[in-house]
C-alpha cells in the first residue's frame, strides 16, 4: 500500500543496470592556487605538498565508488585508495609526470577509460644540466690554467738552468784552457756556488715571508665571512674549504721561513732562561681546538714544580708546536695525545707520544731529511711539506739538546727531548 494507493512491483522486470560510473578529475591545488586538467600545468620548485581532487558520481551509490591511481615515474602499480575523492603529494623531484586514475562502482564495474592528468615540475638551478656544465667548464678552466702556470714557471726554470749550465761550461774551458791558474778558478766556483745556495735561501725566505701576509689576509676574510656574512649552505661551505686551504698554505710557508733561517748564514740564536712548563702550556692552548676538530685530547702529565732552561724561547716552541702538530695530524680521531715533563739528574725531559701510525725502519733513516715523505699519512687530510722533523732535530740541536725516538710501525711513536735544567 502506498498514499496513492496500491503498489505493484514486477520482480522479473528488474534488470541489471548497464550504466557506468562517469570519471573525471577536478583540479589540482597548491596552497590557494588551483590548477585544472585542460591547464599546462608547472609547478614551481618552492612547493612543499599538492593536491589533486577528483570525482565519479553516481546517484545510485556514490559512497561505495572505488578509486586507485598510478603517478607515472613513481609508482608501477596501481595504489588503492578506497572512496577517498582527493589525493595529496609530497615534495616530488623535478620533471614530467602523468597522474591516471580509474574507479569501480560497488558491482566492481571498472571506468573503461582512466582520467588522465599531466603536469611538471620546476627543477631548482642547482639541480639542472646546466648549472654542472658550467661547473664543470669552471673546474676545466682553473685546471688548464693551473696547468698553463706550471708550464710557465718551468719554462722559466728550463731558461734558468739553461743559463747556469752555460756559464758552468764557460767557467769550465777558462779552467781548462788556463791550467796554471786551476787553483784559483777552483776557489772562485766554489765561492759561487756558495753565494748562489746563499741567493736561493735568501729568495725562498723572502718568497715565503711576502706570500705569509697575502695569506693571512685571505684566513682574516674567511673567519669574518663565517662569523658575520649571511651565508647559504653552499656558500658556507665553500667559504670553510676556502678557510682550510689558507690554513695549510700558511703552514707551509711557516715551515718554509724555519727551514731558510736557520740555512742562511746569518742565522743567530739567542739564548734566555725560560720556563719550560710555561712555554709548553703556551703551545698546548694554541694547538688544543685544532686537537679538538679531531675530537682528540691532548693529556698533560707535568712534574708539580716548574724548571728552567736556557734556550731560544721562539725555538722551543716551534720544537713543542712541530711535534704535537705532527701527533694531530698523523693520530686517528678520538685518540688520545701525551705530553709529559719531569726532571731528573740535572736534565729535563719532555715527551710526546700519540697512538697513531708509527714509523717503518726505512722512514728512521730518512726522517730528518727535508721534504722527505714517509709512509704516514695525515688521517684527515692535513697538508705536509716534509721540513717539520728537519726543523724539530736542527733547532733541538741549536739549543744544546738531544732527541730521542721511540716508534713501532702500526702502534705509535714517543719523541723525547731533552735539556740542561738551570740551577738557580
Known amino acids: 500500500p502506498s498514499f496513492g494507493g496500491p503498489v505493484i512491483l514486477d520482480v522479473s522486470a528488474l534488470r541489471e543496470s548497464n550504466y557506468t560510473s562517469k570519471l573525471f578529475i577536478e583540479n589540482l591545488t597548491i596552497g590557494d592556487k588551483i590548477f585544472f586538467p585542460d591547464e599546462d600545468i608547472n609547478l614551481p ?35 588503492d585508495i578506497g572512496n577517498q575523492h582527493s589525493i595529496t603529494f609530497q615534495k616530488l623531484p623535478y620533471g614530467n609526470y602523468v597522474f591516471e586514475l580509474i574507479a569501480s562502482d560497488n558491482r566492481g564495474n571498472l571506468v573503461n577509460k582512466p582520467a588522465i592528468l599531466k603536469f611538471s615540475v620546476r627543477a631548482k638551478i642547482y ?57 784559483l ?49 653552499e656558500d658556507r661551505s665553500v667559504v670553510e674549504m676556502m678557510q682550510d686551504a689558507s690554513e695549510r698554505l700558511r703552514e707551509m710557508i711557516t715551515q718554509l721561513l724555519n727551514f731558510s733561517r736557520f740555512e742562511g748564514e746569518n742565522f743567530t740564536v739567542i739564548k734566555s732562561e725560560v720556563f719550560l712548563k710555561g712555554e709548553i702550556a703556551k703551545v698546548l692552548e694554541r694547538l688544543e681546538p685544532v686537537a679538538l676538530k679531531k675530537d682528540q685530547k691532548l693529556i698533560r702529565e707535568f712534574q708539580q714544580d716548574e724548571v728552567k732552561i736556557k734556550v731560544d724561547y721562539l725555538l722551543l716552541g716551534q720544537i713543542i708546536e712541530n711535534l704535537v702538530s705532527n701527533a694531530i695530524k698523523y693520530s686517528a680521531p678520538s685518540k688520545e695525545i701525551l705530553i709529559w715533563l719531569k726532571e731528573n739528574n740535572g736534565k729535563v725531559f719532555v715527551g710526546v707520544k700519540d697512538n697513531g701510525q708509527g714509523f717503518s725502519a726505512k722512514d728512521k733513516e730518512n726522517m730528518f731529511k727535508p721534504f722527505v715523505k714517509l709512509s704516514s699519512l695525515p688521517t684527515a687530510g692535513e697538508h705536509s711539506t716534509g721540513l717539520g722533523l728537519t726543523i724539530v732535530k736542527k733547532f733541538i740541536e741549536l739549543n744544546d739538546g738531544t732527541l730521542t725516538l721511540t716508534s713501532e710501525k702500526g702502534v705509535g711513536s714517543e719523541f723525547i727531548i731533552s735539556f740542561d735544567v738551570v740551577k738557580n
Do not use: C
Open 127 to 183: 639541480e639542472t644540466p646546466y648549472f654542472y656544465i658550467v661547473l664543470f667548464l669552471i673546474l676545466i678552466s682553473i685546471i688548464a690554467y693551473a696547468f698553463y702556470l706550471k708550464l710557465k714557471i718551468a719554462k722559466i726554470r728550463e731558461e734558468k738552468l739553461e743559463k747556469i749550465v752555460s756559464e758552468r761550461t764557460s767557467s769550465l774551458q777558462i779552467a781548462k784552457e788556463q791550467a796554471e791558474i786551476a787553483v
Open 45 to 79: 620548485s618552492s612547493y612543499s605538498r599538492f593536491t589533486i581532487n577528483f570525482n565519479s558520481p553516481s546517484f545510485s551509490s556514490g559512497n561505495k565508488i572505488q578509486f586507485k591511481y598510478k603517478l607515472i615515474g613513481v609508482d608501477n602499480d596501481w595504489v
Open 185 to 233: 778558478e777552483e776557489k772562485s766556483l766554489r765561492s759561487k756556488a756558495e753565494e748562489e745556495n746563499r741567493q736561493k735561501n735568501e729568495l725562498l725566505r723572502i718568497v715565503s715571508h711576502d706570500l705569509k701576509n697575502p695569506v693571512s689576509a685571505i684566513k682574516g676574510f674567511t673567519e669574518m665571512l663565517l662569523e658575520d656574512g649571511i651565508l647559504n649552505e
